[in-house]
């Protein structure tokens, strides 16, 4: 099958912009629009709901998360009307197992995405006992979906042994798309000076931000912003309120967070879990400077890992800074402008390569078995083929 044919259903439970898992496919999507077919994004939204999407409830613990019900009719409604040669899900998700379940039914080739170290998650968040059963659990979900896909993608080599693990037969090592306003607006010069310092991301313990809060209380000759959302807000909005060289923003859209890339130096991603860091990829994009933690999956791809500033054993999260701070100020133009070159032959090599998955996965549907529909199914093929009488 030739790529300009192709239809691809993107099916994600992440809400759009909101996270890394939204905005990684709400990019992808973006860049294949014009080069397949058709490729459409079914994701929840607050500013701009989805027709698929229905009843949603806040997330324990995190209220600006919210889990959505999709509506299956129009999902099914959505699948049978397009027609996908492909159905894209990221893992465990209500969404997600909902567009599988489609898809078995109208054997329509499945490819999931692992992109989530989930066992790291759920040892930060419960007790030891719960993580053992919820990761247990998510296993088991991983492995059902793994075994009835005809493709697998990851974005890291860590992850690459984990979907193994969790019973990936052939997992795709594929990179991260780079949305078109970090990618096509020419990047602002580096200032001489490093005295800006950003935090773009959720609040959440994973992304260990009061390292962060940390480094604004230590350094007040320079510049602390932070953008983004999440259960610890209160806790930045205190800080800020303490601190005159922090501000704190809230969340921005995606225009916004380009802004405030260009506006700054260097941003940190320090992270104790992080299966990836997009953002960090994006400041690489606008020829900025990042600071990361070992835990970042990105420090994996070695072309990108020699643009970051990756702290080493036993240096805390200042003198990482203070090491750039040291660097003469075309020592750091340079390694931010070939941060940016390395941003943009990642964007072009993982929609390369998630053409060639794509195409891969669509070849395999007649391999899969056939599966007779649903009446809910057999309904609307009836309705759709219908024809008014004369």
């Known amino acids: 099958m030739k790529t300009k044919d192709l239809r691809v259903l993107f099916v994600v439970d992440a809400m759009k912009g909101r996270n890394g898992v939204g905005a990684y496919f709400q990019d992808l999507v973006a860049h294949l629009d014009g080069v397949v077919d058709r490729a459409e994004l079914v994701s929840p939204s607050l500013e701009d709901p989805h027709p698929c999407q229905g009843l949603s409830m806040p997330i324990p613990g995190d209220p600006t998360q919210r889990l959505f019900l999709p509506k299956m009719r129009e999902l099914t409604a959505l699948v049978w009307e397009m027609k996908p040669h492909v159905i894209v899900i990221p893992g465990p998700g209500i969404f997600s197992l909902g567009a599988f379940w489609v898809a078995r039914k109208l054997g329509i080739p499945v490819c999931v995405t692992f992109q989530t170290?989930?066992?790291?998650?759920?040892?930060?968040?419960?007790?030891?006992?719960?993580?053992?059963?919820?990761?247990?659990?998510?296993?088991?979900?991983?492995?059902?979906?793994?075994?009835?896909?005809?493709?697998?993608?990851?974005?890291?080599?860590?992850?690459?042994?984990?979907?193994?693990?969790?019973?990936?037969?052939?997992?795709?090592?594929?990179?991260?798309?780079?949305?078109?306003?970090?990618?096509?607006?020419?990047?602002?010069?580096?200032?001489?000076?490093?005295?800006?310092?950003?935090?773009?991301?959720?609040?959440?313990?994973?992304?260990?931000?009061?390292?962060?809060?940390?480094?604004?209380?230590?350094?007040?000759?320079?510049?602390?912003?932070?953008?983004?959302d999440g259960p610890l807000r209160e806790k930045v909005e205190e800080q800020a309120r303490r601190l005159p060289n922090l501000t704190f923003l809230g969340w921005c859209s995606r225009a916004q967070v380009v802004e405030q890339l260009d506006a700054a130096q260097v941003l940190v991603l320090p992270s104790v879990v992080e299966a990836f860091g997009t953002v960090a990829l994006e400041a690489m994009a606008r020829q900025r400077l990042v600071i990361t933690t070992p835990a970042c999956g990105i420090n994996q791809w070695p072309e990108l890992a020699r643009g970051l500033a990756i702290m080493e054993e036993g240096e805390s999260l200042g003198d990482t800074l203070a090491r750039l701070q040291a660097q003469s100020p075309a020592q750091r133009r340079e390694r931010a402008e070939q941060a940016r070159h390395a941003a943009l032959t990642m964007n072009q090599r993982a929609m390369d390569t998630w053409l060639q998955v794509l195409g891969h996965c669509a070849r395999q549907a007649p391999l899969l078995p056939k599966r007779w529909p649903s009446p809910t199914l057999a309904l609307l093929r009836r309705l759709s083929t219908a024809r008014p009488e004369l």
């Open 117 to 228: 170290d989930y066992d790291s998650l759920v040892r930060l968040y419960w007790g030891p006992r719960l993580a053992r059963l919820a990761g247990g659990l998510l296993n088991w979900v991983n492995r059902t979906l793994f075994q009835g896909s005809s493709a697998v993608a990851t974005i890291c080599e860590s992850l690459i042994a984990d979907a193994r693990a969790a019973g990936a037969r052939h997992p795709q090592l594929v990179g991260t798309p780079l949305g078109p306003e970090f990618v096509e607006r020419p990047p602002l010069p580096l200032a001489e000076e490093l005295d800006s310092v950003l935090y773009v991301g959720r609040l959440a313990a994973e992304k260990n931000i009061e390292r962060f809060l940390a480094l604004a209380a230590q350094r007040p000759d320079c510049q602390f912003t932070v953008a983004g």
